[in-house]
């Protein structure tokens, strides 16, 4: 007897008409057919079922903060940092638990279970730091928190930037944090990422850095990021955020950079929604894209993520908590329009962010933990193409958010009916 069966599933590599078991909260058998009883069963009716999807970078701490103090009306990332300058004298614990966790409901009703998201340990109050940590542990029981210990206004730009971070470590961040292309000097940011992974090392911790989120070529802290990282012995362990001056420099310094990053094993998150908004704000035209090198990364061997980053901040007016939205804007920023490039960039919200993550237990294997969602589309092309309704989300084998499908209905005469965007528009691929 299985706690649950999921019957008739579509799975991310291809397998069609799977039945999924359950069993304690973990993943039993996955077979075509599965002779067996159950509890509970849903019918997927060929519809897809995934591993949750994971955000590996997100700024929990801002969420929902949209118009306080004000408006950012350049829309630029200068006028979201003095925004949040402004308002972060005036944030209190409980405001910041309550608007997390507002984000963290929605979250889970987009299938999203795991999120890493980076807190300001720029105000040594650290009402942020203490704010999510209570976040974390309330939403334990249905959704993975992990926080990075992040000085936004600069590690040694910050007045007590240096010892802010370390106690917001001691406090029990996960991850540490740093941001060196806002350093003062380039030789600042340079001391910086040395210090932070030696600080890293020394504590056992991972490294995820803001880093390079310029339109700058000459930009150049990835490349002690890596050389750092295999220094102290780190790889694997650090992941290069945004990483967006890459998209400007020159290719031959890309030819060598790349290398040295593969080097040192790093994980890569690039933000499509912040990274195409914020980015070549300077430029007339022809504008830049803004999103690193995605396509040559990922050849590369790298391993490459997508984050959210931002959801009604000062930063980004919009947002929804679909990571299937993210991805749908790295199809056309990157280009990766073809079925592999697709299949590619879905991982890169699933499979890809739960390894930067580090999640045990991530998965469609038996033994896997028994988290899924079931999707209104047949495979993770069309779910890309039509950001598809995550019609069931199960934690440890429990169902804990479900949406109903997107049907329209046709009142045209001889042509009326219930209309499913998922249902007769998609090619057969095969």
């Not at 058998?29 to 079922?49: C, F, K, M, N």
Request: glycine share 8%.
């Amino acid at each position: 007897m299985f706690d649950l069966i999921l019957r008739q599933a579509n799975l991310p590599d291809g397998r069609k008409g799977q039945d999924i078991a359950i069993l304690d909260g973990k993943i039993a058998e996955v077979a075509p057919t599965i002779a067996a009883v159950a509890r509970d069963e849903i019918d997927a009716t060929g519809r897809l079922v995934t591993p949750p999807f994971v955000d590996p970078h997100f700024h929990m701490d801002a969420t929902l903060s949209l118009g306080l103090p004000r408006m950012n009306r350049s829309g630029t990332l200068l006028e979201g940092i003095a925004l949040w300058g402004e308002l972060r004298p005036t944030l209190t614990v409980d405001a910041l638990v309550d608007r997390a966790l507002r984000y963290c409901d929605l979250a889970v009703t987009q299938g999203l279970l795991a999120i890493r998201t980076h807190v300001d340990t720029s105000d040594p109050r650290l009402v942020t730091v203490e704010a999510m940590l209570e976040v974390k542990r309330r939403v334990a029981p249905y959704l993975d928190l992990q926080i990075v210990a992040f000085p936004q206004d600069g590690y040694y730009r910050a007045k007590d930037g240096v010892a802010s971070l370390t106690r917001a470590l001691d406090m029990g961040a996960d991850i540490v944090g740093g941001i060196p292309h806002f350093e003062r000097t380039m030789d600042e940011g340079r001391a910086s990422v040395e210090t932070l992974c030696r600080l890293a090392a020394d504590r056992g911790l991972p490294v995820d850095m803001h880093c390079d989120e310029s339109d700058d070529p000459l930009s150049r802290h990835v490349e002690t990021l890596a050389a750092q990282t295999v220094r102290f012995g780190l790889q694997g362990r650090v992941t290069g955020s945004h990483l967006t001056s890459m998209h400007s420099m020159d290719s031959y310094y890309v030819s060598k950079l790349i290398p040295l990053m593969v080097e040192a094993q790093m994980n890569v998150i690039p933000n499509p929604l912040i990274n195409i908004m914020l980015q070549g704000r300077h430029d007339t035209y022809p504008k830049r894209r803004g999103m690193t090198r995605v396509r040559e990364l990922m050849a590369a061997g790298l391993n490459v993520s997508f984050g959210h980053d931002c959801v009604m901040d000062p930063w980004y007016a919009m947002g929804s908590g679909d990571m299937l939205e993210v991805g749908h804007m790295a199809i056309h920023v990157a280009q990766m329009g073809s079925l592999e490039e697709k299949s590619a960039i879905f991982q890169a919200l699933t499979t890809n962010s739960a390894r930067t993550m580090g999640l045990q237990g991530y998965g469609l294997a038996k033994g896997c933990n028994a988290d899924l969602v079931v999707l209104q589309a047949r495979d993770p092309a069309e779910a890309l193409r039509l950001k598809a309704v995550k019609l069931a989300v199960i934690r440890r084998g429990r169902l804990i958010a479900h949406t109903p499908a997107r049907v329209g209905e046709l009142l045209i005469e001889g042509r009326a009916g219930r209309i499913d965007p998922s249902v007769g528009f998609a090619p057969d691929y095969e």
